[in-house]
Every structure is written in C-alpha cells, then in structure tokens.
C-alpha cells in the first residue's frame, strides 16, 4: 500500500507538472518566430523582388510585390503566415498569385507579426489580430477592385477574424491547413489534459467563419502530420456558406506543391471570383 500511495504521488506530480507547463509555457509551445534586423531583411526583400509594407507610423508590417504598372483597382491580397519562420520565408505565395494568367493586376502583401522578422513586441493571438485588422483596414483607401485574404495554418485563425470582422471588404479567402480550433489541434497532442480549460490562445476558426459568409478555398495536406487534416475537412463541412476543397493527398503540413504552375492556383482563384459557377 505506501508504493502503491507513493506511485500514485508521483502521477500527480507529473501531471501537475504537465499542467503548469501548458499555461505557464503555452506561447512558446505555439510560436516559432525567426528574427532579423530590418537593413537584412530589406536586403533579402529586394533580392526577391519584394518592397516594406509599412503602416502610417512608417513601422515595416511586412512585404508587398506590385504589378509593374501599379495603379489603382486590380486585386489585392494579404497573407498570414504560419506560426514559424517569418514572412519573407512566405515568397512562394508571391511566386503563385503573380504567375496567374490573368488579365487583372495582382498586389500581394505578406503580413508580418509582431515579434516575428524585424518587428517589436511579443507574440499573442489577441496582439497579432489587432494589428492585423490595423493593416487590413489601411488598404480599403485603396481602392482595389477585390481583396482576398489567405491563411496559413495558424493564420488561418487570423484570417477568419479578419473575414468576419469586414464581411463586406473581404470578397474571399484560401484556408490552408486549417483547423477547427487550437484548442481541438491541443487535445490532439494532450488528449489527457484538460486543454479547453488552460489553453488562453484559442484561435476559433468555426465561430468567425459562419460570421462571415463568402467563398472559402480550403487547401488540405492529406498527409499532414502537424495538423490533422480531419480538422480542416470538420471546419469544410461545418461551413455552410460558398466552398470549395482541395487536397493534396500524400503531402504533408510542410510539403505542400506551392510551386507557381501547380493546378490548384488557377482553380481556387477561379473559385473565389466566381463561387457560383459549375465546376
């Protein structure tokens, strides 16, 4: 009897244990920034063809890439990243919307976090959505003819806030490698922790999407191993607005075909103009 009272303490102290980590340790756990000085960075940006996407303080926010005649109108769309790296590791977005055929200029912005790249502060969800909204909104002066917003993994949890948030600014947006929410992503890694409970950053992507209505591209990796790609096929099929799904089946969360000419570029663009059209 004592072992066994002696075993079941040490039980509680490593799971307590887990649990303090988990809210003590919970951001470092969720992001994996990259960091650089600003002068490298802009170096970097002007060697792929990338120009600083500054906000009205003149703060770097992140990197755009301009059709040559860069007039008003065309159409425009911001990137958010995944919770690695920083934004100009994110040039293969760059890369495919400017291959498109397609007769409408494209401005591609990559959004940075803070905390991330050459920005100040400290990364949290409630701090990235903010200044994300902040961004977002600096371009509706504009006047771009559509503005189209992607989601990397967990920028997909930006993304949705930002759709919900300005349902009549955004005309549509790419999910890749989503997910229902963090918190079901954490019960995947923890499914004997309380994680609903203890985890603050919660990225909700299924409240904000049914907020906001227009057509959504969901971009699965079959074989992803980071993200399960049954939740992204649950967040598909909860949404009832105008949507489509592709999935690339054997890649995984950082293998997917983001090469220029791949398919599914002209597809989801397709989509995302014209929802309504028989495939």
Same mark, same amino acid.
């Given at each position: 009897?004592?072992?066994?009272?002696?075993?079941?303490?040490?039980?509680?102290?490593?799971?307590?244990?887990? =649990?303090?980590?988990?809210?003590?340790?919970?951001?470092?756990?969720?992001?994996?920034? $990259?960091?650089?000085?600003?002068?490298? !960075? !802009?170096?970097?940006?002007?060697?792929?063809?990338?120009?600083?996407?500054?906000? /009205?303080?003149? +703060?770097?926010?992140?990197?755009?890439?301009?059709?040559?005649?860069?007039?008003?109108?065309?159409?425009? *769309?911001?990137?958010?990243?995944?919770?690695?790296?920083?934004?100009?590791?994110?040039? @293969?977005?760059?890369?495919? %919307? !400017?291959?498109?055929?397609?007769?409408?200029?494209?401005?591609?912005?990559? &959004? #940075?976090?803070?905390?991330?790249?050459?920005?100040?502060? #400290?990364?949290? +969800? #409630?701090? &990235?959505?903010? $200044?994300?909204?902040?961004? *977002?909104?600096?371009?509706?002066?504009?006047? @771009?003819?559509?503005? &189209?917003?992607?989601? #990397? $993994?967990?920028?997909?949890?930006?993304?949705?806030?930002?759709? /919900?948030? %300005?349902?009549?600014? *955004?005309?549509?947006? !790419?999910?890749?490698?989503?997910?229902?929410?963090?918190?079901?992503?954490?019960?995947?890694?923890?499914?004997?922790?309380?994680?609903?409970?203890?985890?603050?950053?919660?990225?909700?992507?299924?409240?904000?999407?049914?907020?906001?209505?227009?057509?959504?591209?969901?971009?699965? /990796?079959?074989?992803?191993?980071?993200?399960?790609?049954?939740?992204?096929?649950?967040?598909?099929?909860?949404?009832?607005?105008?949507?489509?799904?592709?999935?690339?089946?054997?890649?995984?969360?950082?293998? =997917?075909?983001?090469?220029?000419?791949?398919?599914?570029?002209?597809?989801?663009?397709? &989509?995302?103009?014209?929802?309504?059209?028989?495939?």
């Amino acid at each position: 009897m004592p072992t066994a009272i002696k075993m079941f303490g040490i039980l509680v102290l490593i799971y307590g244990g887990l =649990l303090l980590m988990l809210v003590s340790c919970q951001r470092k756990m969720i992001y994996f920034p $990259s960091y650089g000085s600003e002068e490298r !960075l !802009l170096k970097e940006a002007h060697g792929k063809g990338l120009s600083a996407w500054r906000n /009205a303080d003149r +703060e770097l926010i992140g990197w755009k890439a301009s059709p040559p005649e860069n007039g008003s109108g065309g159409n425009a *769309v911001v990137v958010f990243h995944g919770n690695a790296g920083h934004a100009l590791h994110r040039d @293969y977005f760059v890369d495919g %919307f !400017l291959a498109l055929d397609d007769t409408t200029p494209w401005t591609i912005h990559v &959004f #940075e976090y803070p905390g991330y790249g050459a920005r100040q502060g #400290e990364p949290s +969800e #409630e701090r &990235f959505k903010t $200044s994300a909204g902040e961004a *977002v909104a600096s371009l509706f002066s504009e006047n @771009y003819d559509r503005l &189209f917003l992607v989601g #990397e $993994s967990l920028g997909t949890g930006v993304a949705t806030h930002l759709a /919900a948030r %300005f349902p009549e600014r *955004v005309d549509g947006l !790419l999910l890749i490698t989503p997910f229902t929410s963090l918190v079901d992503v954490g019960r995947t890694y923890y499914p004997f922790l309380p994680v609903g409970m203890l985890l603050q950053e919660r990225y909700d992507n299924l409240v904000p999407l049914e907020g906001y209505g227009g057509p959504v591209a969901f971009l699965i /990796a079959g074989a992803d191993e980071i993200i399960p790609a049954s939740l992204g096929r649950q967040l598909y099929e909860a949404y009832s607005g105008p949507k489509r799904i592709w999935v690339q089946e054997g890649r995984g969360h950082n293998t =997917l075909d983001y090469h220029p000419r791949a398919n599914w570029w002209k597809e989801v663009v397709g &989509f995302l103009h014209n929802p309504g059209k028989e495939r």
